[in-house]
């Protein structure tokens, strides 16, 4: 008996030992991921002066949304903290500078989600808010409902104190032009928009609380009152704190399809042993099966912060209490692992 214990206590100890030594890091008790849009993303096609802009722009973005985490505050804040710039900037197709549609206006959708209780609010279509993420947020708080459309959320809006943005606000040149070449050259939104620049943010809080959010003009040229995926829970947004928050961007027809948020954060509640980057990767690829490209960022109780895209760029970023922090637009850029070992 003595010397059977002998034997486990030996066969035991390399193995505790290298335990010892490689001891996965501590999860981290925060984290964080931003898109900015995926797409056909060419390097030769973008000076050094835009690059510098959207990657300020994004960081600007993240640096938001990681202060809230960093200082305590819920996964909602911070990817609402993250998403306003993005709404705000010029650069990124949602808010200013949405994409226009076929008849010329800016129409916006957005959605946001908690991981906490599965709360949704979601708006489409909206003409004159500043920033819809933050009607999408009031949709789920201060509504019986979870997705409102066109003048009716427009209204709800200005009963919930929304100011009335003139529309000009949302508009600029180089998209107006996108719409114009769209048109002259008779392309389809997908040839025209050699970038989509769709906004979201995904975040888990020191709470252990997720929330996700998207924010989007859509695609150059939509008509018939055309909704993607962004305003669609399930497809471009979705939280749920039994397994991740994620948020998506790409060929939005696609994404409604293939349920790809939903998808995701299912696949992770039964993962067995498979790695979360390969469930993300493998819903993607049903997308791509399909015809549709994009991408995905998502967010774990475990704090990984995750990115999965099949185009050639995704302006993105992430930031962990681990000490990750980085942007980055192209494939295979990205400095640091931000998924724990385990
Ligand atoms: N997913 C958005 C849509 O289809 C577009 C994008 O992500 O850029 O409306």
Not at 73 to 78: H, K, R
Not at 157 to 162: C, K, L, N
Not at 203 to 209: E, I, R, S, T, V
Not at 311 to 322: D, F, I, Q
């Amino acid at each position: 008996m003595k010397n059977l214990i002998t034997l486990i206590a030996l066969a035991l100890m390399p193995t505790t030992a290298l335990a010892q030594d490689d001891a996965p890091p501590p999860a981290p008790k925060w984290s964080l991921a931003i898109h900015g849009g995926a797409g056909t993303l060419s390097r030769d096609a973008m000076t050094p002066e835009k690059r510098a802009e959207y990657e300020a722009a994004l960081q600007a973005a993240l640096d938001a949304g990681a202060k809230v985490l960093a200082d305590g505050g819920s996964a909602m804040d911070a990817i609402k903290a993250a998403i306003m710039p993005m709404e705000d900037s010029p650069l990124f197709n949602a808010g200013k500078g949405a994409v226009f549609t076929w008849e010329g206006t800016n129409e916006l959708d957005s959605s946001i989600m908690d991981g906490r209780d599965r709360s949704a609010g979601a708006v489409a279509g909206v003409k004159t808010v500043k920033n819809p993420i933050l009607l999408a947020d009031t949709v789920r708080t201060k509504s019986p409902h979870v997705m409102l459309m066109g003048t009716g959320a427009e209204q709800f809006a200005a009963e919930q104190g929304f100011a009335v943005t003139p529309p000009e606000y949302f508009a600029t040149e180089s998209r107006l032009r996108s719409l114009e070449r769209m048109k002259a050259e008779q392309l389809s939104a997908i040839d025209v928009d050699l970038k989509f620049g769709t906004v979201g943010a995904v975040a888990l809080d020191q709470n252990g609380n997720m929330a996700a959010g998207t924010s989007t003009g859509g695609m150059t040229g939509k008509r018939w009152g055309r909704i993607g995926d962004a305003p669609v829970i399930g497809a471009g947004t979705y939280a749920d704190n039994r397994a991740c928050a994620v948020s998506a961007t790409g060929w939005g027809e696609y994404f409604i399809r293939v349920g790809v948020a939903h998808e995701i954060c299912a696949r992770l509640r039964m993962r067995g042993i498979l790695g979360t980057q390969d469930i993300a990767d493998s819903v993607m690829a049903e997308v791509a099966e399909l015809g549709g490209d994009g991408g995905v960022i998502l967010v774990t109780p475990d704090g990984e912060a995750i990115f999965s895209f099949n185009t050639s760029g995704m302006y993105r970023g992430r930031a962990t209490s681990a000490g990750v922090n980085e942007v980055a637009i192209f494939g295979g850029e990205d400095q640091a692992s931000a998924t724990p070992e385990h």
